[in-house]
């Protein structure tokens, strides 16, 4: 399969050229340039309109009614199907406090997946929790929480073929920092999440290797003057990268403001935390054994916390463009750039030669036009 998409915008995190073609062959981006002539490809002719990597969501458990706890082959297909209409390319799938066994299931199911062509990549799994507060446990299950314990990680790790690639946890529970310093050195991110952290430990946790917030702001200890907390730690430390989720609901218009202020581009990663409502009408799911009520307030457990997001990964770049007024290079950072480097990938979150071919299309508005997933055209915005 070749595409050529003429007479694009490209826009990178590190800059922008107008009036480029670019030609995908064979999964890959072959070349971009100002003027390709190749013969017998399909043809997109992007005038007016802008190219993006497409984007990467690192903490994603459900869409379209399937969730990764469901441990099912054929729903993590049609997750991961669902993703390309808002142009997330790849993910990791996000598993919650559960059973250990619950967990396992989920890992092996992972594990063993393979995506088809029409289908956003899983790039790995986010394990959340059950290694966190329950002074901070949000919508995850009190009962099923423990304390870190480095040896169920590495058991874990080995059940999903090394394919665990980044870990919420709480490094102030007992056995915290050990963790935080085997699973850094292994190469996991750990992000700090469902903490009661104090700013100290969160330095600490950070020395140890610690590179990521979970959802700032939520269920995490909050702000205060005398106690920045781990809000304060994740604003504030350089060497953390915070997710965000900019649906308005999880986080008032000021606090993403004050997030890019302090932040900037370089330390954000947009997430989306959905979970399986996402995509379907308003009513009552599940997750992680919880009823959820999802209304146009967002989703809810009956004790009123919140229960993960239905955002989309357009709308999340959207209203971040909305509040911060941010280019679109640092919207790249911030919806795949960034990830990409967390993560490690030397093939995403770049539109330049011998990348993968995964991309967007979106207009001024950054409505979507187009998802492109390994070259091929997955997504036409009548589609939606």
């Not at 993403?256 to 009513?283: F, H, N, S």
Request: with cysteine.
């Amino acid at each position: 399969m070749s595409l050529i998409i003429r007479n694009i915008t490209v826009v990178n995190a590190s800059g922008r050229d107008e009036q480029m073609d670019v030609w995908m062959t064979d999964g890959k981006i072959a070349q971009v340039a100002h003027h390709i002539e190749v013969e017998g490809v399909e043809q997109l002719d992007g005038s007016g309109k802008f190219l993006l990597p497409g984007f990467i969501d690192m903490h994603i458990h459900g869409s379209a009614k399937m969730d990764t706890m469901d441990a099912s082959d054929e729903g993590l297909h049609i997750m991961a199907k669902s993703l390309l209409k808002e142009g997330t390319t790849s993910f990791l799938a996000t598993t919650m406090t559960q059973s250990f066994d619950n967990i396992e299931r989920a890992i092996a199911n992972v594990a063993q997946f393979q995506p088809k062509s029409d289908e956003a990549e899983v790039l790995g799994l986010h394990i959340e929790g059950p290694f966190v507060s329950k002074q901070r446990a949000g919508a995850q299950p009190l009962d099923y929480i423990v304390l870190p314990d480095v040896e169920v990680m590495t058991k874990w790790q080995a059940l999903s073929g090394q394919k665990i690639k980044q870990i919420t946890l709480a490094p102030e529970e007992p056995n915290g920092m050990t963790a935080v310093q085997s699973l850094s050195e292994n190469g996991i991110i750990v992000s700090i999440g469902h903490s009661d952290a104090t700013f100290e430990q969160m330095q600490e946790a950070v020395q140890l290797g610690a590179s990521q917030g979970t959802h700032l702001y939520n269920q995490m200890r909050p702000f205060h003057h005398r106690d920045p907390g781990v809000v304060g730690g994740v604003l504030l430390i350089d060497a953390i990268k915070a997710e965000l989720i900019v649906d308005f609901i999880h986080m008032h218009e000021g606090a993403v403001e004050m997030a890019y202020r302090l932040k900037g581009a370089d330390g954000i990663i947009l997430i989306t935390d959905a979970m399986r409502a996402k995509g379907m009408p308003y009513g009552e799911y599940d997750l992680g054994g919880q009823l959820v009520h999802v209304t146009e307030s967002g989703a809810h457990l009956s004790n009123g916390s919140l229960a993960g997001s239905i955002l989309t990964m357009d709308q999340a770049v959207r209203n971040m463009r909305q509040i911060t007024n941010c280019t679109l290079e640092e919207l790249v950072k911030m919806s795949s750039y960034n990830a990409a480097q967390q993560l490690k990938l030397t093939n995403k979150g770049q539109l330049i030669e011998g990348y993968d071919a995964d991309a967007v299309i979106v207009d001024e508005h950054l409505l979507l036009h187009q998802t492109i997933k390994a070259g091929q055209i997955s997504m036409h915005a009548n589609n939606l």
